[in-house]
């Protein structure tokens, strides 16, 4: 009963489903976070994505894989969902349901935990990764938004999907939770 494992790895993903559910992840920053960004930066992508993509990739090949039309148009996307979201939590539904898909869902959910969990650091004067949105940051920390809870249903959504359940199902139920969040 007072047994522990200690697994150290670069990649979470790698990690059999079975046994990211039964564990406590720990992220620890390193100094390659920070290199990794110098290298996006000097390969020549904007300052705003090489701080989001070095904290939602574990390498630069991966970085620059995600790095497309569709990354950009799904920040701008979800930059103003949450802008407009502030005011009418119903934006949550009607402007990310089409965004998240099955074939691409990944990128953009570790995008989303990444602005939610932001809200948590600019509250706590942290260093963020969405360094051009600060000022909506902190109109999230001063609200009454949950974001622990957006932050556990959007984990839960990554995770079920390796899983395979239903992908509709689960998108719907993710959302639905976002827009609870609000309440």
């Known amino acids: 009963p007072n047994t522990y494992f200690l697994i150290t790895t670069n990649n979470v993903q790698s990690l059999l489903p079975t046994i990211q559910s039964r564990s406590q992840v720990l992220k ?15 390969d020549g992508i904007p300052k705003k994505f090489a701080y989001i993509l070095a904290n939602i990739s574990e390498s630069k090949k991966e970085a ?7 990354f950009k148009d799904n920040y701008n996307i979800l930059v103003e969902t949450m802008k407009s979201a502030i005011n009418s939590k119903s934006y949550v539904f ?3 349901s089409p965004i998240i898909n099955k074939r691409a869902y990944l990128p953009f ?10 809200i948590w650091k600019v509250a706590e004067s942290q260093p963020i990764s969405f360094i051009n949105e600060e000022e909506l940051l902190k109109r999230y920390s001063l609200a009454q938004f949950d974001f622990p809870k957006a932050l556990s249903a959007i984990s839960d959504f990554i995770l079920k999907q390796r899983y395979h359940v239903n992908f509709d199902l689960y998108k719907s139920k993710l959302l639905m939770e976002i827009m609870e969040c609000y309440e």
């Open 109 to 118: 959910m570790l995008m989303f935990r990444e602005f939610v969990s932001d």
């Open 28 to 42: 620890v920053n390193n100094a390659s976070k920070h290199n990794l960004i110098e290298e996006l930066l000097e």
């Open 94 to 96: 009607v402007n990310l």
């Open 64 to 70: 620059l894989k995600i790095y497309s039309k569709d």
